[in-house]
């Protein structure tokens, strides 16, 4: 069995208009990664804010949008910090896993899984992991890789010393984040407009006597 995938429609009668409007997908993440390039949008906040910088093309047709693209998307809503620690993970795991491969003779399930998690990543390139259950299954298989490619090289890092410098520039890194909150949620929270922010009412409604309502 032969499974082809498409994650850009390249191969369709729409093909023209599938890259088109991948493109205006990119460039509204682009813009939200050259607006807050360091720590990004915020997690979750791709969707919401999607439609202040898509352009006036991509906005007519899709008022809100996804990336369509997972590096773009983690870019767009962890900045590029958020990006690189993403990537790092991924390398990683891929270089640890690559080791055991060259280094043994891989077993068939481990080689299943590898291949399988490297097409799994080239979809990214157009969508972005958006269900849990995708998710937790491809990083669970990812963690059986790693955890597999580690017993077999027998790399398991007891004992050994964590450099000096890696230690310095994690404690770094967190410092920096952890300072960083406070000074982007005041931001944030001035810009906010607390008039007609409701909880856990329906939208607004009118009855049979103009008289305007919402449910609770």
């Not at 906005?59 to 870019?75: D, E, I, K, R, V």
């Not at 849990?132 to 490619?149: C, R």
């Not at 027998?154 to 967190?174: F, H, K, Q, S």
Request: charge should be positive; aromatic fraction near 14%.
């Amino acid at each position: 069995v032969i499974v082809v995938h498409n994650p850009l429609g390249i191969v369709s009668l729409g093909a023209l208009d599938s890259l088109r409007w991948r493109a205006e997908f990119a460039q509204t993440a682009l813009r939200m990664i050259q607006a807050q390039p360091l720590f990004g949008v915020g997690v979750g906040q791709y969707w919401n804010l999607s439609n202040r910088f898509g352009s006036g093309e991509l906005l007519a047709t899709y008022p809100n949008s996804h990336a369509h693209n997972m590096f773009l998307w983690q870019g767009a809503e962890l900045g590029l910090i958020g990006l690189g620690v993403f990537l790092w993970l991924l390398l990683a795991a891929f270089f640890r896993i690559g080791t055991q491969l060259r280094a043994h003779r891989a077993e068939s399930w481990v080689l299943g899984i590898f291949f399988g998690l490297v097409a799994f990543i080239a979809t990214w390139l157009g969508w972005q992991v958006l269900y849990p259950q995708v998710a937790y299954t491809f990083w669970i298989l990812l963690g059986v890789a790693v955890a597999h490619a580690t017993v077999e090289t027998g790399d398991e890092g007891v004992g050994r010393r964590v450099p000096l410098p890696r230690i310095a520039g994690i404690v770094a890194l967190v410092v920096a984040i952890s300072w960083s909150i406070p000074i982007r949620a005041s931001r944030e929270i001035a810009t906010v407009n607390p008039n007609g922010i409701t909880y856990n009412f329906y939208n607004w409604e009118v009855g049979s006597t103009g008289a305007r309502f919402r449910w609770i």
